[in-house]
């Protein structure tokens, strides 16, 4: 059966949840009417740290340049933070937890191919909106484990979130399959998800920094491995 949902579409209501994390945080830090004083204030220092780390990563990042960014004293961020990487760590925290509210979900309707097309348009987007700054989520997880712990726990729960999916739509599959073997091909599989658009949007390597300008042509590439190497015994794309 063909995918009769129109994949423009499903890409336009990607980009409706897709968001730019250091934009957000501005705005936030300017809702004076919703924060209190010192609300507003950690606001702030978050959006200037985020700022920062797209401007010039997180190696080069020192706590003036985010106190002159946010227009605070220096003695205001240590009553926040103590250091440049606890400050980074809240932003990047921040990121994990935009990325779990607006990530796509109730794609069970949809058929196969389309509910992957609308997760795979959602974290293209975000990712190629928050490149700079997941430079500096590289370098920071050196400095603070629990970024990676962060990560590894949201790429967990996506897998299990796809075993599920995968369970229902094809239980007599994957019901019987070993269930270790199933999570370690979906992790290998957003791995290598994660390090193609680490290559396009991040190292812009130089055989793979055109696809830059194509984000709809990543989006169909990611969608067609996904259904390919997951849902290929589907014979139609009924959900």
Same mark, same amino acid.
């Given at each position: 059966?063909?995918?009769?949902?129109?994949?423009v579409a499903i890409s336009d209501t990607a980009s409706e949840s897709?968001?730019?994390?250091?934009?957000?945080?501005?705005?936030?830090?300017?809702?004076?009417?919703?924060?209190?004083?010192?609300?507003?204030?950690?606001?702030?220092?978050?959006?200037?740290?985020? %700022?920062?780390?797209?401007?010039?990563?997180?190696?080069?990042? #020192? &706590?003036? $340049?985010?106190?002159?960014? +946010?227009? =605070? !004293?220096?003695?205001?961020?240590?009553?926040?933070?103590?250091?440049?990487?606890?400050?980074?760590?809240?932003?990047i925290r921040y990121y994990f937890a935009m990325v779990r509210m607006?990530?796509?979900?109730?794609?069970?309707?949809?058929?196969?191919?389309?509910?992957?097309?609308?997760?795979?348009?959602?974290?293209?987007?975000?990712?190629?909106?928050?490149?700079?700054?997941?430079?500096?989520?590289?370098?920071?997880?050196?400095?603070?484990?629990?970024?990676?712990?962060?990560?590894?726990?949201?790429?967990?729960?996506?897998?299990?979130?796809?075993?599920?999916?995968?369970?229902? %739509?094809?239980?007599?599959?994957?019901?019987?399959?070993?269930? #270790? &073997?199933? $999570?370690?091909?979906?992790? +290998?599989? =957003? !791995?290598?998800?994660?390090e193609t658009l680490r290559e396009i949007f991040l190292y812009r390597?130089?055989?793979?920094?055109?696809?830059?300008?194509?984000?709809?042509?990543?989006?169909?590439?990611?969608?067609?491995?996904?259904?390919?190497?997951?849902?290929?015994?589907?014979?139609?794309?009924?959900?």
């Amino acid at each position: 059966m063909e995918d009769v949902v129109n994949p423009v579409a499903i890409s336009d209501t990607a980009s409706e949840s897709a968001f730019h994390l250091s934009s957000d945080l501005t705005a936030r830090a300017a809702e004076k009417g919703k924060l209190r004083k010192k609300q507003r204030t950690r606001a702030a220092i978050l959006a200037a740290t985020a %700022r920062e780390l797209e401007r010039i990563g997180y190696d080069e990042l #020192v &706590v003036e $340049h985010i106190v002159a960014s +946010a227009a =605070i !004293a220096r003695g205001t961020f240590y009553s926040h933070f103590k250091d440049k990487t606890e400050a980074s760590a809240a932003v990047i925290r921040y990121y994990f937890a935009m990325v779990r509210m607006n990530r796509p979900r109730g794609g069970g309707h949809l058929p196969v191919k389309a509910a992957i097309r609308r997760s795979n348009a959602f974290y293209v987007q975000v990712y190629a909106k928050n490149a700079l700054l997941l430079a500096g989520r590289e370098a920071l997880m050196r400095d603070c484990p629990e970024i990676a712990d962060l990560r590894d726990r949201l790429n967990h729960d996506w897998a299990q979130m796809v075993i599920h999916d995968l369970r229902r %739509r094809l239980p007599d599959q994957y019901q019987s399959q070993d269930p #270790v &073997v199933v $999570h370690l091909k979906i992790r +290998a599989m =957003i !791995a290598m998800a994660e390090e193609t658009l680490r290559e396009i949007f991040l190292y812009r390597s130089k055989s793979m920094r055109p696809y830059a300008d194509s984000p709809d042509l990543i989006i169909e590439v990611l969608t067609d491995y996904w259904h390919n190497s997951l849902y290929v015994m589907v014979e139609s794309d009924a959900p």
